[in-house]
Structure formats: C-alpha cells, structure tokens
C-alpha cells in the first residue's frame, strides 16, 4: 500500500508513465502480439489430458459389429427421402420403433426476418424425429443425446443410417445408467433449436414448435455426427458453439484418446497433428490450426449442430467424417465402434463434466492453451487504454508537480475551473453515437421491406446495403476543449467493453481489440486529418471484419478474388444479423450497439473543432 | 480581517440562502431546478417499471438481497392474508425515491449553512492560517450542493436499479434520509424516531446513533465532556426517546402477530447469515467455504467490522458528525451481512458533499475505474457461471472482492483528505520542515 500512500513514490510512477507513454503502449502492444503468436508454439503450451475420473481409464470394449448393415439402412432413407423430397418422417418413426425405442416427432415453423440466401429457405416447416432408448440400470433422470442432420442432398444420409445402427446395437446392451436419444433433427440448425426449446420448456426467439410428447432425463452430454461423404478418411471434431461458448476440454480428450485407440486419423479445423514442432512449417501450422479456431470462435455463430446445446449447459460436439484423398479409409464399423466407446464413457458419468477447462484454445488436438496463458495477451493489449487513460488524466488534472500533494496555485485552481468542459459536451457525442448504434441494429430488418419496394435488389442485398449505409455516416461535433474527457470516456468504455468481451468470447475480444487500440491510442484533433481518417476506417470494425473473411479463406487454403471476397464479406453480415435473430448470438448486437458507437466516439475526438 | 480578498467577504453578503430578501428568491430559483430533477428521475424509472427490462433487473443477486427482495414481501403479506397490499404499486417506490432525495437535499441545503456559518466565524476570530485562504469554501462553489446530492441521489444507476427492482432497500434508504434531515435539523425526538425506525428494520443504522447525538449535542453547545453531567443527561434523554420507540415498536410487532417469532427470523436472520445467495457483500462465499464450526467465531469476526469501527471514527471525528455519518452509512454498506447496490447508492449521494476535498483526493482515477469495470463485470461473470456454467464461483467472489476493496479505497481516501484539510486549517498550507524545506505529508 505504500505506493498509494506514499506522493513522493507515486509521483516517480506517474512522472515514468506520462513521460514514457507512447513508447510502453507500442511495446505492450508488440509484446501483446507476441505473446499471442508464441500460444502456438508446442513448449509454451499443455499436454491435453483425461480430467474426469470417471473417465480416466480406457476400460471399455468397443464391439459395435454392423457397420455394412448401417450403410444399407443409410441408402434405404436416401432412398426414402427423395421419395418424400424431405424428412421421410413415417420411415423413420417405423424404423426407430422398430429398433425398439420410445419414438415421438415434433413439428416446427419458423419465418426468417429475410430470406437465407445461402441456404435458401424462408419460411421454414420441418419435423424433428426422435427416439428414446430408457435406462435399463438407473431411474432415467439423466440422458445423453446423438443427433444427426437430415439434410437437403445426398449428404448425411450414412450419418443417419450409423445413428440407426447404433441404435439397434445400443438397445440389446444391458450397461446403459442414462437415457440415449436418438434425434434427427430437419432444418439443422432450426430444428435443434426447436427441438431444445421444447426440451427445456423455454422460448427465447419466437419460434412455433409443437411441444414434445416424450422426455428424457436432463441431458449431460450430447454428439452431433455429420459424415459429408460416404468414403471417410479422417474424423474431424468440431467445438465452437455459439457466442464462442467450447464445451469442456474433457469431451475433445475423450475423442481424441478414443480415437488413438481405435487407430482413426483424428483433426481438429480439418488440420492433421504434426510432430515437426521445432521447424517453422510445423510451427506454422500449429498457428494456423490456433487462428481457425480463434476466427471460428469469434464469429460467435455454432459451426456444427452441437453449437446450441451449449446454451443449456450440455457439453456437446460436433465430430464430422471428412473425405481427404488420403490411401487409408475408415469404415461405418469403426466409426460405429469410436461413437460406441464414446457413449459408454460417458455413460459413466457421475455428474457433469466439470474438472477440465471450458476457456482453452487448441493448436493441435493434443495440446491447448489455457485461459491463464492466452488472457496475457489481450491484458497487454488493454492495459495500453489504461495508461492513454492515466496519461490524459495527468494532463487533465492541473499540472502535476503541485497538485499530487493537493496544493496548487489558485490561478491554476481557478483556470481548470473554468476550462473544464461541461457533462455535455460529453454526453451529447456519447448519445448521438449511441442512437446511430441502435438505428444500425433496428434499420436493416425495418426497411428492408421498404428498400425492396423501391430498388430492384434481393432482400438480403437491402439489409446488408442499409446496414453499410449507416455505418459510413459521419457525424461532427465541434466544441471547444473538452475532447480530453471525450477521449478518457472514450477510452475507459472501450477497456471495459473489450474485457467484458474477451471474459466471454477471448477471440472476438482479442480480434476486436488488435484493431480498435492502436486507433484508440493514437486519435487526437491534432494529427493529420485525412490520412488519420483513412487509418480510422481501415481499423473500424467494419474492415476487421472484412479483413477476417479474407484471412479467414487464407488459412482454409482457399483464397477468393477480391469480388468474391466482398460478395462473401455480405453474406457474413446477413448470416450474422440471422443468426442473432434465430438462435440469439449476440455478436451482432454487440457490434452494432456498444463497438461501432465506441468506435464513432474516437471518430468524433478525430474531427474535434 | 485584514488578509482577507474582497471576493471573499462580497460573495458572504450576497450568500443566496442569508434569511432576508435572498431566501425568498432562493427558493424559486432552486426549486425549480429539483422539481426538474424529480420528474426526470420519476420518468426514467416509470419508463423502466414499463419495459421488460424490470423483471430481469429485479433477479439480479447485486439489486436484491433476501431482505430486501420485493418477491418476500409479496410473500409475506400474502401470508399474513392482507389482500391486496397497499404497496403493490410502483409509484410507492418511486415515491420513497423521491422522498429520500428531497430529505437529503434539505438536509445538505442546511448543513451548508451551517458549515459557512461557523466558517465565517473563523475568519472573524482568525482562526486559520493566512495561506489557507484558498482552502475555504465559496458560497458559490456550495451553491449547487444541495441539487448535485439530489441528483447523485436519484440519477445514480445503483438506486434507479434498486427501484425498478423494487428492493425495499430504497425504503431503508428513506427513514435513514429521513433521519438526518430531522438530526441536521436538531428535532432530538424526530431524529430518535427515524433511527429506530431504520434500525428495526435491518440492526445496523444502530450506529448512527453516536454521530446523531454528537450533532445534537454541538448543535445545543453541550460539551462533549465525560466530567459534565449535561453530557449524561443530554445522552440518558436521547437513549431513553430511542429505545423507547424502538420499545413501542417491537410491541407492536408483538401484538400484530401474536409471537416473537418474528424476532430470530428478521434479526436472527441478519445476524446469523443463514442464506447464501451471492451477492456484492463478503459474506456468502466466505461462509459457504467454511467448516461449520467454525462458523460463530468468524460470524462474530465478520459482523464485529461494522460496529466496531465506530468508536475510532468517533473519536476521531466528534467535531465534524455529518461526515461521521457518511463513514458510517459508508462502513454499513460495506461490511452488513446482505449489502446490494442500493446502499451504495445512499452514501455515495453525499460524494458532493465533501466535493471541497476533491484536490486532496489521491486515488480518484484508480477507484473509480475499478468500480466502473467491476460493476458490469458483475452480470457478466454471473452468466459465465450461472447461465453458460463455464466460469465458477470463484470469479464472481473476486470480482466482489475488488469492489469492495474499491469501495473501502474511496472511503479511506476522503478520510484521509477530511483529515488533511483540517489539519491544513490548523497548520497552514505550505508545511516546511524545520530546515526550511517544503514538507510533504506522508501517510504511513
């Protein structure tokens, strides 16, 4: 405590830090990227390892047999579905009966705010299927859930047929202490959505669904199968779920051990392990295995079906069969046999998976980062707005020699006084920002109705049209002095803000904060306007976003043209303004209502008259 | 006098609230300005009582406590089959609000008049250091006082919140407002009244009881003097009219429900910490950590922190009760059993107060960016560990914890400026040391 005390201490500090401002913010920022890019680096990071003690040895017999017979029932519903043209229902509630489950269906509608052009749908109408295997050893207040897509095409038609298989094999096992649903779900992420509303007896987005007949226990864990083709080569586990949420790091140990077992080639982001660590392609590759999974994680959206089951505390995860070209094969038998360990270890289960991490990042499937090694490097970055803060506090307060021991000249007393600008000189900028915030959030679904009435456009083209329309609004307000306290509000806002978003989505914290400090640093009335204006809007959120698309097709190893990319950068924002209003990810309103304003606040000061 | 700049002894003479022709204008000019703020206050909560936000706000554990919740008082009439309660109603809240602020606005309107009086005095006698002269108030700086308590008051976030939650905590805030406007005032028997009031509805304003009869006791030139017996009889009167109230009180309670069950229940129920719900005290996470038997020792340990502090604080201050009184509402909304935001709010409303001390207030920049990050890291530490289950209690309590030490930064640090200023008073503004050199004043 001596240093809060003591003035002639304190004084040294803060005479340090104003003196050495600029220079401490640019090597905290470097030592910030830095410390990032070191994450991936194999001696910096941790060895993944089995937490759950229920868990802990691999002592069960996978004998899971009827892999061929899996794939004769998959052909069968393909073969139904484009009879039907959609979820072959009646097939299905047959089939499932019987392999003898408690088999009930749930119907669902849903009309978007606009029409999904990706996907193409509008007004969405589907049916959820799904089977209940009952307990035989336990009182049925605990169940875990494997769910497959049905989707449009030729896709996952083996991924329903294994889920069958597994079904029937599941039902002649004595050893089962939870329920096992067994769930197609139609409409992917719609009918998961709608299927866990009407689980949990909660209705958060407004979706009509008719409520479900049958119920397990509360649900510990849940997988979601996704096989893209019929030949499978390797087993891709995906985590990121929505708002970024992962599922505890036990689920990913518990694959990724089952899968040294078993002898499947296992990849996390599509990316095999390397051991090569110490060259620089292996190293390259660890971060660019980390960066997928830090860009997937802050586009806040569910990269698999498993994304939704986060929300109610379900740990859940999304493992996809993926076809690579490669010699070896792994057949339906052994994913079979794979999914049948990773049930019977959670069958286990004695309470929720709870000793491992939930805020991790992976470079590889068998080593991660922990939050107490990746939280560094967004605290280097912040703690820069703290000291831009602390500098214009030193100067905003009378100079510093006499007034840290509280005794000034009356003059000075008198001057500060009088220059010290009014609460709204502030508060005006800070509201104006706000409402544009909100009309960039209301605008898009509002007028898009309008917009498509007067222009020939499609309705996606108008929402994600209007949303850029508000964002290049420029507003300028001259006062005299008062940017100083415009900028330290500012300043404290954006630290706050950007905290608060890394504590729950470390990656959209991370990314945002790369681009909106150095612009928050370095804005003052006085530095050249134009060429400060162009830096401002190529660090504006608007651009960050723009630029992570293209880095984004960079690491898949998919470049796109720049048209292309910008065709892309407008389906992101519609799929992002989608999926807040579907599912509830918040990056959207985030974005629209506290950064942009937060970040006009900092265009204001630059324009200060 | 003669040191004096004329500003000085011209902004006396026109000093707006002097009883003369001033007062009358005063008025008009002032009111209008607080009825201003009332509406404001009344509309935003009325707007939030209207909009969605209510019900979520009045779940959140920092606004509630199990005391204060307005779901246990719903509960509780039902159960005592009273029909439809009285104040079932919002503009009941608002109304508390209201009353509070305008308590404190009188109440801070006359004790400014007081401070400059006595300050005036001073000057006369020439009493203070020549160079202490830009360490005395103006009347203009102390015009706006009264508005900004007001204002601090009812536009703070904490008690608009507290409202719109309908926690009953701003009808605790209300009687305690009430009573130092009645003490401010010098009405003993009010002042008796509205203490016990507050006190039997949660025990701790019991403290307040030393600055009360402090004030009283100056306010009627009664030397604080164990050798007088007017001291004693001054003390044994204003006991006998508190716990006398507090008598008819509990009697009351007593014959309105037939039992004394009512007393381990409501009382008990401070004390003892029976519930454990997270909220922004330091209570709940500590007990819940604890081996139960070693539970009384440290529920002695942590309830003693309240009172405790009020025999140094006394002592130390006994010339200056009013800013005793906000280390006591200060040192009650830290450390009581079920602290929420509205207390907070209470004595952060006398911040304008000491606004004088502001220059030798040292960690003003420090306090207050930890109060602002921890109050909206709050909701979003308890949806990582109630809602997404990914973080744990251990992140919610750290967050309680830097508050609270924040909490306790800021009101050691107007302490220790309080303290500063008089000593300047007494010693002069520029110390030198006995070589001549410019002293600075270290606390260790």
């Known amino acids: 405590m001596g240093l809060l005390s003591d003035p002639n201490r304190r004084r040294a500090l803060i005479n340090l830090l104003t003196r050495l401002n600029a220079p401490i913010c640019v090597v905290c920022y470097m030592a910030g990227v830095a410390w990032f890019m070191g994450l991936a680096f194999e001696p910096f990071t941790l060895r993944t390892y089995m937490s759950e003690n229920a868990m802990g040895s691999t002592m069960v017999e996978e004998r899971f047999p009827s892999g061929e017979r899996a794939v004769a029932t998959g052909r069968e519903f393909a073969a139904h579905k484009k009879k039907v043209s959609g979820m072959p229902v009646e097939w299905l509630v047959k089939t499932m009966q019987a392999r003898g489950l408690e088999v009930y269906t749930q119907r669902f509608s849903r009309t978007l705010p606009f029409p999904d052009e990706n996907k ?31 989707t449009p095409g030729d896709n996952n038609n083996q991924a329903v047929g294994l889920l069958l298989g597994l079904a029937q094999y599941f039902r002649n096992q004595i050893y089962w202490a939870k329920d096992i649903i067994f769930l197609v779900n ?63 790091l036990d689920l990913a140990n518990l694959f990724y051990a089952f899968c040294q077992k078993i002898g499947v080639l296992c990849t996390i982001q599509g990316k095999l392990q390397r051991n090569d660590w110490d060259s ?65 270890k959670l069958n286990n289960l004695l309470e929720r998976l709870h000793q491992s991490y939930f805020f991790y990042l992976m470079p590889s499937l068998s080593h ?134 890394a504590l729950i989505n470390f990656s959209l914290g991370f990314i945002l904060a790369l681009t909106l400090v150095p612009a928050a640093a370095f804005v003052t009335p006085h530095v050249p306007k134009v060429l400060s204006a162009f830096v401002l809007v190529i660090l504006s959120p608007a651009c960050t976003l723009l630029f992570s698309v293209f880095f984004f097709q960079e690491l898949q190893e998919m470049p796109v043209s720049f048209l292309d990319g910008w065709l892309l950068y407008l389906s992101v924002i519609s799929q992002g303004i989608l999926d807040h209003f579907l599912y509830g990810s918040l990056v959207y309103p985030l974005i629209a209502l506290l950064v942009y304003p937060c970040w006009l606040l900092f265009w204001n000061i630059l324009f200060w008259k | 006098m003669s040191g004096l700049p004329g500003f000085l002894i011209d902004d006396r003479l026109h000093f707006p609230s002097c009883p003369s022709q001033g007062g009358q204008r005063f008025l008009v000019e002032m009111a209008a300005p607080l009825t201003l703020l009332l509406v404001l206050a009344v509309t935003i909560r009325a707007a939030l009582f209207r909009s969605s936000l209510a019900e979520l706000i009045a779940e959140r554990v ?67 250091p020549l160079d202490c002269l830009e360490l005395i108030r103006s009347p203009k700086e102390m015009y706006y006082i009264p508005l900004k308590v007001a204002m601090f008051y009812l536009l703070n976030p904490f008690t608009i919140l507290s409202c719109v939650a309908k926690s009953t905590c701003g009808l605790n805030n209300a009687v305690v407002a009430l009573f130092i406007f009645s003490t401010i005032k010098g009405n003993t028997l009010l002042s008796a009244i509205f203490l016990c009031l507050a006190t039997y509805q949660s025990i701790y304003p019991l403290t307040l009881c030393a600055p009360a009869m402090l004030y009283l006791m100056q306010r009627q030139y009664i030397p604080v003097n164990f050798r007088r017996a007017s001291f004693w009889w001054f003390i044994a009167q204003y006991l006998f009219m508190y716990l006398g109230s507090l008598f008819v009180l509990i009697c009351l309670s007593f014959f309105l429900l037939g039992s004394w069950d009512y007393m381990p229940s409501v009382y008990g129920f401070i004390l003892s910490v029976p519930d ?51 280390m006591q509402l200060a040192v009650i909304s830290i450390f009581k059993s079920y602290p929420t935001v509205g207390d907070i709010a209470l004595y952060m409303a006398f911040l304008p107060v000491w606004s004088h001390l502001y220059r030798f207030l ?64 007494t010693y002069g503004l520029y110390l030198k040391r006995k070589d001549g050199s410019e002293a600075t004043l270290v606390l260790k």
């Open chain 1, 120 to 150: 193409e749908r509008y007004m969405v109408k589907g049916t959820n299927v799904y089977g209940i295997l009952r307990a035989p050893r336990a009182p049925r207040t605990e169940a875990l859930v494997l769910s497959a897509p049905c």
């Open chain 1, 186 to 248: 139609d409409h992917d992420l719609i009918g998961m959505q709608a299927w866990l509303e009407g689980y949990h007896h909660t209705n958060t987005t407004g979706m009509d669904w008719s409520p479900l007949q049958g119920r397990g226990g509360s649900i510990q864990a849940a997988l979601s199968l996704e096989l893209s083709s019929d030949v499978v080569t390797s087993m891709d586990l995906v985590l990121e779920g929505l708002n970024g949420q992962l599922p505890n």
């Open chain 1, 280 to 344: 620089v392609s292996g190293y390259s590759h660890a971060v660019q295995t980390m960066m997928l999974m830090v860009m997937k994680q802050a586009s806040g959206r569910p990269w698999g079906d498993h994304g939704l089951f986060l929300r109610y505390h379900i740990e859940a995860a999304t493992i996809k069969g993926i076809n690579s070209f490669r010699q070896y094969k792994t057949d339906a038998t052994t994913i079979g046999r794979l999914l049948e360990g990773m049930y019977r």
């Open chain 1, 368 to 501: 991660f980062v922990s939050i107490g090694y990746y939280m560094p490097a967004f605290g280097l970055l912040a703690v820069i707005l703290l000291l831009r803060a602390l500098d214009l506090w030193v100067q905003l307060a009378t100079p510093p020699p006499t007034t840290e021991d509280g005794i000034a000249d009356i003059e000075q007393v008198r001057h500060a006084h009088s220059s010290s600008p009014g609460v709204l000189s502030v508060l005006t900028p800070l509201v104006i920002s706000h409402l544009t915030g909100a009309a960039l959030y209301m605008l898009p679904i509002r007028f898009q109705e309008m917009a498509v009435e007067h222009f020939p456009v499609s309705e996606t083209e108008a929402v994600v049209l209007t949303a850029i329309a508000v964002y290049t609004l420029l507003t300028i307000i001259g006062t005299e002095q008062g940017w100083r306290v415009l900028k330290l509000v500012a300043l404290l806002y954006l630290a706050v803000l950007l905290g608060c978003t």
């Open chain 2, 62 to 128: 920092e606004v509630v406590s199990p005391i204060t919740a307005w779901k246990r008082v719903v509960e509780g009439l039902a159960l005592l089959d009273l029909g439809v309660s009285p104040y079932s109603g919002d503009v009941f809240h608002e109304l508390a609000d209201v009353i509070t602020a305008v308590a404190l606005y009188m109440a801070v309107k006359d004790y400014n008049k007081q401070v400059f009086r006595k300050q005036k005095f001073a000057l006369e006698a020439d009493r203070y």
């Open chain 2, 276 to 326: 454990l719900t997270p909220n922004i005290g330091l209570f709940w996470y500590f007990f819940a950590e604890m081996f139960e038997h070693f539970r009384l020792f440290f529920l002695c340990v942590f309830q003693i922190n309240v009172f405790f502090y009020t025999i140094p604080l006394s002592v130390k201050l006994k010339e200056h009760p009013v800013f005793l009184i906000f």
């Open chain 2, 362 to 425: 040292r960690n003003t920049f420090l306090v207050s960016c930890v109060l602002l990050a921890c109050s909206t890291l709050f909701p979003v530490l308890w949806h990582l560990w109630i809602y997404a289950g990914s973080a744990n209690s251990n992140f919610y309590y750290a967050i309680t914890l830097l508050f609270n030490v924040a909490q306790i930064l800021l009101v050691s640090d107007y302490f220790y400026a309080f303290l500063r200023r008089e000593h300047h008073l």
